[in-house]
């Protein structure tokens, strides 16, 4: 091969790797319901001019509130489990470019080494008077001389042969490669758009939910955060009556005990769509990256960790295991034992501690299974 075709195929690759490296740019949580019109206010003193018609109370307009915000976001998780997913396609996908770029740069090498092999062959003929063998031994003064390496020559014909099967195989491996690597970079493309159209879909819903809270007032803000932890504690209390922990056993593998000690100990950090940390995680990046620290890698995507890992019983679960959450499997978080799961829950909060059946339980899944 060339020097100037070599640097033209390892400036490709390296090509590739900047552009995957510009796609790779940062991913729980609810279809909404229309937000509730908040009654006017009618001046003190001055009678209704529909009396009939009671003005609603702030707990209840807060309620409606509070619904559409867990919409917003369940819709901003979901499109962040499209996100997650589309990169992780890309940085698959890029891999394999690279990969074949690699092995192109190769085989060209290899076949520039079999046209120099073939080209001595050429130029030996030339020496010899380009005569083929048979001429040779009619011309020869001495046949005998000639018919001692006339298994040489049969033997230099097989080599040719060869030869131009190897010059063949590896032509046809190069084409190959290139038409893998001009589809690779087809699907490449696709999950670019794919995760840009969902990056706009989380920044949409995330903004607007945003833009609801700003509205309220502080003591708005106290009162829904408390209708928030009396909704989570009313599920949970309602899942605990069922008897469901009974049997449970909060025993751990060890790969699960190093999971949850990971999990655990970033408590406090923000929650951040896309990310895995270490400073911030969405909610599949927490799970993914304690699994990764125990030594077990799992799906990158909850809904891959809901569709690939092993599920088992929620009567069976034991601290390690994923509890997946929502039809949609749109939410994760990390059983850490005693009904209690740790997670990222959404944007505004940081990872903590709640009750295992404070959300709809989808299922439960076992990465060390």
Request: hydrophobic share 40%.
């Amino acid at each position: 091969m060339g020097t100037a075709g070599k640097r033209g195929l390892i400036a490709a690759a390296v090509t590739v790797v900047c552009a995957v490296t510009v796609l790779a740019a940062p991913g729980a949580a609810f279809a909404a319901p229309s937000p509730a019109p908040t009654p006017s206010a009618t001046p003190s003193g001055t009678p209704s001019a529909t009396p009939s018609a009671a003005p609603a109370s702030p707990n209840r307009d807060l309620e409606a509130v509070r619904r559409k915000l867990d919409a917003l976001y369940h819709d901003a998780a979901v499109a962040t489990d499209a996100y997650n997913a589309a990169a992780e396609k890309a940085k698959q996908q890029s891999a394999q470019i690279v990969e074949l770029a690699r092995k192109i740069v190769a085989g060209q090498e290899r076949l520039d080494r079999l046209k120099d092999r073939a080209g001595a062959a050429a130029r030996q003929q030339y020496r010899s008077g380009g005569l083929p063998p048979g001429a040779q031994l009619v011309f020869s003064d001495d046949p005998q001389h000639f018919l001692d390496g006339a298994g040489r020559v049969i033997q230099g014909q097989r080599a040719a042969k060869a030869l131009i099967e190897e010059t063949t195989r590896t032509q046809q491996d190069l084409k190959q490669y290139a038409a893998d690597a001009s589809a690779q970079w087809r699907k490449l493309e696709q999950n670019r758009k794919a995760k840009e159209a969902a990056r706009e879909k989380v920044k949409k819903q995330i903004a607007e939910a945003e833009k609801l809270e700003s509205r309220l007032e502080q003591q708005e803000k106290e009162r829904l955060a408390e209708l928030e932890r009396q909704a989570a504690l009313k599920a949970q209390t309602a899942w605990l009556d069922t008897g469901v922990l009974k049997d449970v056993q909060d025993k751990a593998s060890d790969q699960g005990t190093k999971a949850v000690r990971y999990a655990t100990a970033q408590m406090g950090k923000p929650y951040e769509w896309g990310a895995e940390g270490p400073r911030t995680y969405d909610c599949s990046g927490l799970t993914s990256q304690a699994w990764a620290h125990a030594g077990h890698p799992i799906p990158r995507t909850s809904q891959e960790q809901w569709r690939r890992l092993k599920h088992v019983d929620v009567t069976d679960m034991r601290p390690g295991d994923l509890v997946i959450y929502f039809g949609d499997a749109s939410h994760v978080g990390l059983y850490i034992g005693d009904g209690t799961i740790v997670h990222a829950p959404r944007p505004g909060r940081t990872v903590t501690v709640t009750g295992a059946g404070s959300m709809p339980i989808l299922g439960v899944v076992r990465p060390d299974a």
